[in-house]
């Protein structure tokens, strides 16, 4: 794997921040590994730290990212690319006080289609409240230092995938003006929804409260920057601070908020930024 470290940003973070005792494990240099190179919009990747007793400041494309202590002794991050984020060059960067390593990567396009919706006069004029809006976005950028989950994600409910995670979106004709943050489930109301994985019920809205867009809500925290939701419930059979467990019944499909018909709109989100829940669901990170 590729590296570069700027020697002489290195050799002023040495002057500026003299040694502390514990910063290096003994014997071993720190180093920064990322399990690939080459990511594609609405990916992540795995950039992990070794040789440290505090984790480094972690930057993406001009973000700063928490790592999580693992048992091994080292930290990670699951970095996400945005479906909106420009392809091109970036580099992921660890720094701390007496170490600082960059790795060049790539992000590609993701080739996402885009999709006709057609609403009604009625539902097309509705907007998410100032309320649903903040509440949802304080949630989904939760950063808990347990991780919940174990092994893979279930998918939540069965049914027809409806929609793909990533479809960029064009409503009554209008230019596109956002994405799908999640894949649509579509399944008879009533139909089953099941925790994919270990969490904290962190968030339950409710349509006839303030989600007006959003429907009957519920988010999951996973710990380690991941969080999930669930939009569009008929019934909610949690409370915030219920403990989860993998396949746990959470609610039922139904067509709350802005809804075409009976579905799950089901997204996985790290730090904030949706990903595709499908990758969770393929392999065990």
Same mark, same amino acid.
């Given at each position: 794997?590729?590296?570069?470290?700027?020697?002489?940003?290195?050799?002023?973070?040495?002057?500026?921040?003299? &040694?502390?005792?514990?910063?290096?494990? &003994?014997?071993?240099?720190?180093?920064?590994?990322?399990?690939?190179?080459?990511?594609?919009?609405?990916?992540?990747?795995?950039?992990?730290?070794?040789?440290?007793?505090?984790?480094?400041?972690?930057?993406?494309?001009?973000?700063?990212?928490?790592?999580?202590?693992?048992?091994?002794?080292?930290?990670?991050?699951?970095?996400?690319? =945005?479906?909106?984020?420009?392809?091109?060059? *970036?580099?992921?960067?660890?720094?701390?006080?007496?170490?600082?390593?960059?790795?060049?990567?790539?992000?590609?396009?993701?080739? *996402?289609?885009?999709?006709?919706?057609?609403?009604?006069?009625?539902?097309?004029?509705?907007?998410?409240?100032?309320?649903?809006?903040?509440?949802?976005?304080?949630?989904?950028?939760?950063?808990?230092?347990?991780?919940?989950? &174990?092994?893979?994600?279930?998918?939540?409910?069965?049914?027809?995938?409806?929609?793909?995670?990533?479809?960029?979106?064009?409503?009554?004709?209008?230019?596109?003006?956002? *994405?799908?943050?999640?894949?649509?489930?579509?399944?008879?109301?009533?139909?089953?929804?099941?925790?994919?994985?270990?969490?904290?019920?962190?968030?339950?809205?409710?349509?006839?409260?303030?989600?007006?867009?959003?429907?009957?809500?519920?988010?999951?925290?996973?710990?380690? =920057?991941?969080?999930?939701?669930?939009?569009?419930?008929?019934?909610? !059979?949690?409370?915030?601070?219920?403990?989860?467990?993998?396949? !746990?019944?959470?609610?039922?499909?139904?067509?709350?908020?802005?809804?075409?018909?009976?579905?799950?709109?089901?997204?996985?989100?790290?730090?904030?930024?949706?990903?595709?829940?499908?990758?969770?669901?393929?392999?065990? *990170?």
């Amino acid at each position: 794997m590729k590296r570069f470290v700027d020697m002489r940003l290195f050799l002023l973070l040495l002057l500026l921040f003299p &040694a502390q005792p514990g910063q290096l494990s &003994a014997g071993e240099q720190p180093d920064l590994r990322l399990d690939a190179e080459e990511k594609q919009q609405g990916e992540f990747f795995i950039a992990i730290v070794t040789g440290l007793d505090k984790p480094p400041r972690l930057w993406f494309d001009g973000t700063l990212y928490k790592m999580f202590l693992q048992p091994d002794g080292s930290f990670r991050a699951l970095l996400p690319v =945005g479906v909106m984020q420009t392809p091109g060059r *970036y580099a992921v960067l660890a720094v701390n006080e007496r170490w600082q390593e960059k790795i060049p990567v790539q992000v590609h396009s993701g080739n *996402y289609p885009v999709q006709n919706v057609w609403l009604d006069k009625k539902t097309s004029g509705l907007r998410a409240t100032i309320e649903e809006k903040q509440r949802v976005k304080a949630a989904l950028e939760t950063q808990t230092d347990t991780r919940l989950w &174990a092994g893979t994600f279930l998918m939540p409910a069965e049914g027809r995938k409806s929609s793909p995670f990533g479809v960029k979106r064009s409503y009554n004709g209008a230019p596109v003006s956002s *994405y799908h943050k999640g894949i649509d489930i579509a399944a008879p109301q009533g139909t089953v929804i099941k925790s994919p994985a270990g969490g904290k019920v962190i968030l339950c809205g409710y349509e006839a409260d303030a989600f007006k867009v959003h429907g009957n809500t519920v988010l999951i925290d996973h710990g380690h =920057g991941v969080t999930s939701i669930y939009l569009h419930m008929h019934e909610i !059979d949690v409370s915030p601070g219920d403990m989860v467990h993998k396949g !746990d019944r959470i609610g039922t499909i139904g067509s709350t908020g802005i809804s075409t018909g009976p579905h799950l709109h089901w997204g996985v989100y790290l730090y904030g930024t949706s990903v595709d829940p499908e990758l969770f669901v393929q392999r065990a *990170y």
